[in-house]
Structures are given as C-alpha cells and as structure tokens.
C-alpha cells in the first residue's frame, strides 16, 4: 500500500475527495469498490473500515473516514493549494456547507435510495422514497438560491466545498431522483459546468467512467 490511498465508488460520495487529492496534485492511488456486489462489506474493507462506507483515506499506517472530515484534512495539510480560506468567517461558512450538505442533502438522498436504512416494512418504501425526493427537491432549492450569484460556493475562492457540491449535482441529475437540472436549477448547473472545465474533475471523473456535465 502507498503513502495514499482513497477507497472510492464510482459516483459515490467519495468523488469529492477523489476531486480535491487531483487538485493536491500529489501521488495518491485508489481502491476501487462495486457496492451493488457488497464489496465494502468485504472482510478486506471492514479491516480498512469498519463501517463499511465510502470514502475511506489511508495515509502512511492511519485511516481517516466521513467525507467532510476527509475534505477538511486533505486542504489543511496542503494549505499550498489553496482549497480552504485562512479567514476565520469565511473557513466557518465553508464548514457551514460541509455540514449542511451532509447531514441534508445527502441524508434525504438516502431516503430515496436506500429506504431499508429507515423501515423494515418494504411497503413503507414508497412514501419514504417520495418523501426523502420531496425533501431533496427542497435543499437543492435552497442551494441553487445560495448559487444564484455565480461563481463558486465561497464567492470568487474555489474550495473542496464545490467539489462536494459536485457530488450532489450528479446525484440529483441521475436515475434515482431524475431532476431536470438545467431547467430546474440553473445556476448549480452553471456551477456544475464550470467544475467541468477543471483538470482535476475532469481526470476523477475519468477514472470513475462518469459523464461530465454538458
């Protein structure tokens, strides 16, 4: 094993940190699990993570999982690529976002895409599907408003927040949830574009075989 390794999933939430170890620019290499065929539930990963998620960070003898703790690291030990800001205000409105888009958007995506986690009851699945799509349409309203000035989640700085906004861009434009992005949310489509114009994006989303935004 390498001084770096990110265990990722295609299109998992794992992209963000996939994202921003690109924007590192250092040597990194990747583990790369099927979580339709159980592999985080592999003895193997479970040594890695006990908790059987993506994503999960090893770096010389030491594991770090949750992506935002994961996001969080990765720009303070490079401080050189710029990926958090040193104001105080504007680093706690960059934690502000981490922490909203995880414990949100990601959870009421959850809800539609794993509505086991929330019922035993197979027959309660669809109203916790239609409600956990309800909720999401709600959220990325609310982050389509906070985009709506253009440029990038901090203003004019560039940060692991857009990589994480990426993540939840392609979710909520895909088969699970279907939503017409350009038509519904412009603006964080906007933003969406312009992640595709970046290096780094475009070689993570290479190696997961994702498609681009248009």
Known sequence: MTARTLYYA?????????????????????????LAKGD???????????????????????????????????????????LLPEDPRQLAIADEWLAWLSSSHHVAYAHVRRPERYSADESAFPDIRAKGAETFGDLCTMTEVRLSNGGWALGERYSVVDADLMVFWLWARGPVVGFDMPDRFPAWTAHARRMAGRPAVRAAFAREGLTLPA
């Open 40 to 82: 985080q539930r592999a003895p193997e990963y479970l040594a890695v993570n006990e908790r059987g998620r993506v994503p999960a960070l090893y770096e010389e003898g030491w594991v770090l999982t949750e992506n935002p703790a994961i996001l969080r690291h990765l720009a303070r030990s490079h401080p050189e690529a710029g």
């Open 10 to 34: 295609p299109g998992a939430c794992s992209l963000a940190a996939h994202i921003v170890l690109e924007e590192i620019g250092l040597p990194f290499e990747t583990v790369r699990l099927d």
